[in-house]
């Protein structure tokens, strides 16, 4: 490879690979039409603003770091955008062939860049490869089933994307497109030696953009065990490339639900045994630079993969089978709450024992969250944190700290008892917590009076919403059967949780702002509707006496569930 190329020269007679120690692709697509800035959007909008533009330098698709092992080219960094590149030619392919054959110059041009007879030119992750193949190049597989990782949907959704952008576009658009790209230009750098490419992704990303602290601390590990370890250095080295391999499988199943450089932290608290830790990049450089880095580099490797593997579990899995789980999976900001899981899943604590652990610990994650207050939890919870270890599993200190908090008065602890978390309930919350309340308010209607009943999971609830029974806007037709906007009713009434209610987002749509009496007649599909409906009498108001009423009995039944 040439230091400085065009994308097609890069790639034309090569074989380039993404090793599955390295991430999976991870640019997002937009999923509805509001959604800007994705990755994958900005990538054809750049191009077409290039287009635009009629500049008389090529387009830059900017520098790439390579490893060249056995005549493959390994790709260090900038594995994202080959990805992207790949996908959209491939989409850019398919639609100039449903216009006329491809001619000899375009058929060059796809041998080079795509697959050349039984060569595909660009191969990501082992695990995803196949759907990179079958639906992106050879598109043999034309449904969404069987897409077992994050990474893999995301392939799927940049494909349609680029192809619906592609849909209408006219042949001269096209073939325009396919010139910038092919013609690019591009660095490259190719190595031999695995600790310079590891350096030199270091160098390059200390003053660029700063990938991840997991990518960072990936490549720290990988160079310090090239410096330092002697006697079994390439052991160690398919280890760590092991192990993280085993952590982007983890990370690509989870998808969204959490951040890899948060687990990255909640590892380092666990590994440490202290919630007090906050910056993991410094507390891994302290111990690199110690005696003994090289025991270090392995033992927290080791518990990075057990991390992601313990979380994988607890997102995709148990989430699914334990409602204390999926209950405070819905509880977004759960982040105190991680460690503890962890430790318990590393105990072998039972998923019965994990759920009443994670109940009690959502209690304090949601008294966090909605009081609000800049005093910070880990300093009162360390102790117990502390104390929960390989020798002593027994999680009823974590509770028992966690109840006192709820009652407490004392200075030092009285920020989330009940008494401020009643404060914080009188009037308007956000919205997203707001729901999170009414749905746990639903889940005891519903569990009034029965036994062994299966409560309503939250994500049972389609698009749920947040809906004003008396509207912000009063509607002009009258009467309408709420009561007087006065000031005070706007002001105290409106907005608190007297006045809302938990609705599909097909339901809210069709309410709108309409009069009480017809708005009643929907609120049929869940035990707080029918509650709602049952507290107006015949042509009654929809009155402040009822929104507080309601609001007073919701706040008692927070405070006595949570």
């Not at 990049?281 to 110690?290: E, H, M, P, T, V």
């Not at 009188?426 to 919205?431: L, S, T, V, Y």
């Not at 009713?489 to 009069?515: D, E, P, T």
Request: one cysteine or more; aromatic letters at 12%; charged letters at 25%.
């Amino acid at each position: 490879m040439e230091a400085s190329t065009t994308i097609r020269k890069m790639m034309a007679g090569n074989k380039i690979i993404v090793p599955s120690y390295q991430r999976a692709y991870s640019w997002e697509t937009p999923v509805e039409k509001t959604d800007r800035n994705t990755q994958t959007d900005v990538f054809l909008s750049d191009l077409e603003e290039y287009s635009k533009s009629n500049a008389k330098n090529p387009y830059y698709f900017g520098h790439f770091l390579f490893e060249e092992r056995n005549e493959k080219f390994q790709v260090i960094d900038g594995q994202q955008r080959l990805t992207t590149i790949v996908i959209f030619l491939s989409a850019l392919f398919t639609k100039l062939k449903t216009i006329r054959n491809l001619n000899e110059g375009e058929e060059e041009l796809y041998e080079d860049m795509v697959r050349r007879r039984g060569t595909i030119r660009f191969s990501t992750v082992d695990y995803d490869n196949q759907l990179l193949k079958d639906y992106v190049i050879e598109q043999t597989k034309t449904d969404h089933n069987g897409l077992d990782t994050e990474s893999a949907r995301r392939i799927v959704r940049a494909f349609d994307f680029y192809k619906k952008k592609l849909l209408d576009k006219p042949e001269e658009y096209l073939t325009r497109m396919l010139s910038i790209v092919s013609e690019s230009n591009c660095t490259t750098h190719p190595v031999q030696d695995e600790s310079e490419a590891i350096q030199m992704f270091i160098f390059q990303n200390n003053r660029g953009k700063q990938p991840s602290n997991l990518e960072i601390v990936k490549a720290q590990f990988m160079y310090n065990v090239h410096l330092h370890s002697k006697d079994n250095r390439d052991e160690l080295i398919e280890e760590i490339k092991n192990r993280f391999e085993k952590i982007y499988k983890s990370i690509s199943s989870i998808g969204y639900r959490i951040n890899e450089d948060d687990v990255l932290l909640y590892t380092l608290r666990v590994h440490f045994n202290s919630l007090l830790e906050t910056n993991a990049l410094d507390k891994i450089d302290k111990a690199l630079s110690g005696q003994n880095s090289i025991d270090f580099i392995k033992s927290f490797t080791r518990s990075l993969s057990v991390s992601f593997e313990h979380l994988s579990v607890f997102f995709v899995h148990h989430e699914h089978e334990n409602f204390a789980i999926h209950s405070l999976i819905t509880l977004w900001g759960i982040a105190i709450a991680l460690p503890f899981i962890l430790k318990a899943y590393r105990y072998g604590l039972s998923i019965s024992e994990i759920g009443t652990l994670c109940s009690s610990l959502e209690n304090l994650v949601f008294r966090q969250r909605l009081i609000g207050t800049r005093a910070e939890i880990p300093s009162r919870i360390n102790d117990v944190f502390e104390k929960f270890t390989e020798n002593y599993k027994d999680i009823s200190p974590i509770i028992a700290r966690i109840e006192s908090m709820k009652t407490r008065s004392d200075w030092w602890w009285a920020y989330w008892n009940n008494e401020k978390l009643k404060e914080a309930l009188q009037g308007g919350i956000n919205h997203s917590v707001a729901k999170y309340i009414l749905w746990k308010y639903e889940v005891y209607l519903e569990q009034q009076g029965k036994s062994g009943y299966c409560p309503t999971r939250f994500d049972k609830i389609i698009s749920p919403e947040l809906e004003h029974i008396a509207p912000t806007t009063e509607p002009e037709i009258k009467p309408h059967g709420y009561d007087n906007y006065d000031e005070e009713f706007r002001n105290q009434y409106l907005n608190c949780l007297g006045n809302y209610l938990l609705l599909s987002k097909s339901h809210n749509c069709a309410v709108g702002n309409i009069s009480l009496s017809r708005k009643l007649a929907t609120y049929d599909h869940n035990k707080q509707q029918r509650e709602v409906r049952n507290l107006v009498s015949e042509n009654g108001l929809w009155s402040k006496e009822i929104i507080k009423s309601r609001k007073d009995k919701i706040i008692n039944v927070i405070i006595e569930i949570c």
